[in-house]
């Protein structure tokens, strides 16, 4: 089961969208730091199990304004992480952001058809990112992979299965650069369509409630919207 945060917020700076991921992850993490429970958390190596998106609406000119409302939404497959984040999000106080509103919600179970990626997919190959040119069956199966061990990770038994992605096309033309440590990762947006049967159906939730690649909880990367029977 599939919970969120749908979070409202005033910039208080211009920012680029280059930078906007790092910069709600940042916030994030410092309202994490306010709670024991959720500093254990954030300090844990390995899967967070959240995942979140990047400010919305989008700016034409790819660059935040100031003084202008944005929402962006947090996901996550465990609702008490939710529930307490929710109390310490807004007394976080930074030159960037200020949190005007968040609304909880459960969401929707039923039969997943299609998955959009709305942030970028950031998967590593041999230490260099994933590019459009690349096989995408080593990407299938880093997808996979990765879903099965979050799986494991929150619910704590192996879920092994036959790909649970039918068909995989980008949104992309080209990589998008996102601002990490000084660097620029290149990730890719992709629509995948989710198989019919129950194991496939459990990954995608996964991905909805944890995020699918690498660098969920740091940077928001690979958030997904679904599209349901």
């Known amino acids: 089961m599939n919970f969120e945060l749908i979070i409202t917020t005033l910039l208080k700076e211009d920012l680029h969208y280059e930078d906007s991921l790092q910069l709600i992850g940042s916030f994030i993490n410092k309202a994490m730091l306010r709670s024991e429970k959720l500093k254990a958390l954030h300090e844990r190596k390995g899967y967070k199990n959240y995942v979140f998106s990047n400010f919305y609406p989008f700016e034409k000119d790819k660059i935040y304004k100031s003084g202008r409302v944005y929402v962006f939404r947090l996901k ?25 509103s968040s609304e909880y ?18 998967i590593t190959v041999d230490n260099k990112p994933f590019l459009p040119e690349d096989s995408l069956d080593v990407l299938c199966n880093r997808l996979q992979a990765n879903l099965e061990k979050k799986y494991k990770a929150f619910y704590g038994e192996e879920l092994f299965t036959e790909s649970f992605i039918q068909r995989i096309e980008f949104i992309n033309r080209k990589p998008i650069k996102t601002s990490y440590k000084g660097i620029k990762l290149l990730g890719n947006k992709f629509k995948i369509t989710v198989k019919d049967d129950e194991k496939s159906q459990l990954l995608a939730r996964v991905a909805i409630g944890a995020g699918i690649g690498e660098k969920n909880s740091a940077l928001g990367c690979g958030f997904c919207f679904a599209n349901y029977l």
Do not use: A, C
């Not at 919600?105 to 950031?122: E, M």
């Open 76 to 100: 996550s497959l465990d609702y008490r992480f939710l529930k307490d984040l929710k109390e310490f999000l807004p007394v976080i106080k930074n030159s960037f952001i200020q949190i005007l």
């Open 105 to 122: 919600k459960q969401l929707s179970q039923k039969h997943i058809v299609d998955l959009y990626t709305v942030t970028p997919v950031v």
